[in-house]
């Protein structure tokens, strides 16, 4: 029996071929659009996990700084996240193997090789390398999830005063400098009860008609954020023309304040008036400029520098001392430190590098990284009674405070013993200074006398130095940072040479006048002098060109000097007396003033930031012994990344993330 085929029979089993190798090449185009797509998606993943985890790094760290403020320093050897912190940044002789990396699990117990973990390493240390001074580190995290990682670099800072144009814990002027301004006008120097020296300084504590209150008023500018623990005043209806009296965040700890929102009807509650009170809403809008003010805690200063400064790294001097900036050099005039040296005082103190500045007297480079403290002299390194160091007034026969004849003399006056022997020898005459009899101006105690122009770090991409007195810094004459002339980095843009400037007592502005002294004693058992001379109680006079001894570079106190990066002084020169401090100033227990402000006025500008206990006496309304008003205040933009060293940190200050930046992902 034969079998018949058809005759496409070959044909239908090609096709049948064909059509399984093309669902099989259609099955594998998905499969491989599928592995592909899963591909990223699971990358997807990890990347965002890797981010989280970089972000469980930082919370961890940071409560590591919450829970102890120093522990930045203790290199944990059993911190698995910690291995491979480069010892160079940070000091340590954990046994880790060379070129290691650790990690730790984001969630605890889970392996950190197979889940989502983070490492972390300290990558900038601050250069103080201790904590009570340290105000900002940096910190590299890297999150891992599979093989994907992400790192962040974490810069962890303690807020400082420098972070605001003015930080004032209360809005009246010291009671003790208001009254002196009264004084010397015959104007009556009573205060209300809650308007004095003490706790109650506040406004809701005091009385509204303090006649101490200082007010801003037209023409007054602060330029940066304000942090107050009391609440400015605004002088005047309707200051607007001169535009906002504050140009950045207005904060304040005010109670009062605490309601106040966007709208702008609520925020007269956060700004007092002259005659006391709440300001008008034209008064606030004037102060304010369109920024809603906000209620924030405040954080003091320190009120003293005697335990803070006692080791700092850096130079010290003892007694009445004199500065003045040349550039990258300074010239230094302080006889107390020879003396109290020669007794074994310490002068020098090494920084973390371990080398001492060069300190002492005449011509000195200027320390970078470092502080510059003048102390009153203890009396175990002064020398006997009667001598220059112990309790004597600063004598102008022996000009003790120093200077030569470019810079001028200080103090200024001519006083010396008397030459009618029929008063006997402890007795003196000619013309002196009030400000120069106040016991806290003697010789033996710590002021520091200052101007010039400083360049810290000029060779080195910009550094910083802060000036620290345990009672006052007197300003001479400008204190500048931007450079001493051609050559001077620290005049060129982009190199910062920060500064620092810290009183224990008060920041003055050297006004100088000068009253006749007929003939005063002393007191031989204890050598205290008896002036018998009342600030703002006596007749005074603008001294002569040869009582004001000015120096041949100068035409009148305080000393005048080019910003080099304007090429002119600023304030300017034609309008009248004028200073211009560009530091970082914090005064701990007093305020920022005018020497005898009820005389005459004096232009301040502070270029920098200003933290003071008081507000200062200053413009029109101190002369007139009405409150006082305020200086210029130009927030340094400078200080929003660096600040200078050995700043007076604030009380109980915690580690806060100030900047995040992602480095790229791996």
Not at 116 to 142: F, G, I, K, R
Not at 374 to 399: F, I, K, R, S
Not at 532 to 557: H, M, Y
């Amino acid at each position: 029996m034969s079998h018949l085929r058809r005759r496409d029979a070959g044909l239908s089993s090609v096709t049948v071929l064909f059509t399984f190798l093309a669902l099989t090449a259609v099955a594998m185009v998905t499969a491989v659009y599928a592995a592909n797509a899963v591909r990223p998606a699971a990358r997807q993943a990890h990347w965002t996990q890797a981010g989280a985890a970089a972000e469980a790094g930082v919370a961890d760290y940071q409560q590591r700084l919450l829970d102890d403020p120093a522990s930045w320093l203790d290199v944990d050897c059993d911190d698995p996240a910690l291995v491979g912190q480069d010892p160079d940044v940070l000091e340590h002789t954990c046994p880790w193997p060379a070129g290691e990396t650790g990690w730790a699990p984001v969630t605890e117990g889970d392996d950190p090789d197979s889940s989502p973990a983070y490492h972390y390493e300290v990558t900038t240390a601050p250069d103080e390398l201790d904590d009570v001074w340290a105000t900002s580190l940096t910190l590299t995290v890297t999150g891992r999830s599979s093989s994907v990682e992400r790192t962040l670099e974490v810069r962890f800072a303690r807020a400082s005063t420098a972070d605001h144009a003015l930080h004032q814990a209360t809005d009246v002027v010291e009671p003790t400098t208001w009254a002196e301004g009264r004084r010397a006008l015959g104007l009556p120097t009573d205060l209300a009860d809650g308007c004095g020296a003490g706790t109650l300084l506040l406004a809701a504590d005091r009385a509204d008609d303090c006649a101490n209150l200082a007010t801003l008023t037209a023409g007054d500018s602060i330029t940066g954020s304000v942090l107050t623990r009391d609440r400015l005043a605004v002088g005047g209806t309707d200051p607007t023309a001169e535009g906002a009296l504050v140009d950045g965040e207005y904060a304040t700890a005010d109670p009062a304040c605490e309601l106040a929102d966007d709208d702008a009807a609520t925020w007269t509650t956060c700004v007092g008036a002259a005659a006391g009170g709440d300001a008008s809403a034209a008064e606030a809008e004037a102060l304010l400029g369109g920024w809603a003010p906000v209620q924030r805690s405040w954080t003091a200063l320190p009120t003293s520098t005697a335990t803070l400064y006692a080791d700092v790294p850096g130079c010290h001097y003892y007694g009445a001392t004199r500065i003045i900036g040349e550039g990258r050099t300074m010239r230094v005039w302080s006889p107390g430190t020879d003396a109290a040296a020669a007794r074994g005082a310490v002068v020098a103190v090494p920084g973390a590098d371990g080398t001492p500045p060069t300190c002492g007297t005449g011509v000195v480079d200027v320390p970078d990284g470092l502080a510059v403290v003048v102390w009153t002299t203890p009396q175990e390194y002064a020398g006997a009674a009667g001598t220059w160091a112990v309790d004597t007034p600063l004598n102008t026969v022996d000009p003790q405070v120093g200077g030569d004849s470019r810079y001028g003399w200080l103090p200024v006056g001519d006083h010396g013993p008397t030459p009618d022997p029929a008063l006997g020898p402890g007795w003196l005459t000619g013309v002196i200074d009030p400000e120069t009899t106040r016991t806290t101006k003697w010789a033996r105690y710590g002021n520091l006398y200052l101007e010039g122009q400083f360049s810290p770090g000029a060779d080195d991409g910009g550094g910083g130095l802060t000036f620290v007195a345990q009672e006052s810094v007197v300003v001479t004459g400008d204190v500048l940072r931007t450079g001493a002339g051609p050559g001077d980095a620290c005049a060129e843009d982009g190199t910062e040479c920060l500064l620092g400037v810290v009183a224990g007592r008060d920041v003055e502005v050297l006004n100088p006048v000068v009253t006749d002294l007929p003939g005063s004693g002393t007191d031989a058992a204890d050598a205290r002098w008896d002036f018998g001379l009342e600030i703002g109680g006596v007749l005074v006079r603008e001294p002569t060109e040869a009582e004001s001894r000015v120096g041949s570079w100068f035409d009148a106190w305080p000393h005048r000097y080019s910003d080099q990066r304007t090429g002119v002084p600023y304030p300017d020169k034609a309008a009248g007396p004028g200073v211009q401090i560009q530091a970082a100033v914090q005064v701990l227990s007093g305020t920022l003033r005018v020497q005898h402000h009820g005389t005459s006025g004096v232009d301040v500008v502070v270029h920098g930031s200003l933290a003071q206990r008081y507000a200062g006496a200053f413009g029109p309304a101190a002369v007139d012994g009405d409150g006082g008003n305020y200086p210029t205040i130009v927030h340094d933009p400078a200080l929003a990344n660096a600040v200078p060293p050995y700043l007076a940190p604030l009380l109980g200050e915690a580690w806060r993330v100030r900047a995040i930046t992602e480095l790229g992902d791996r």
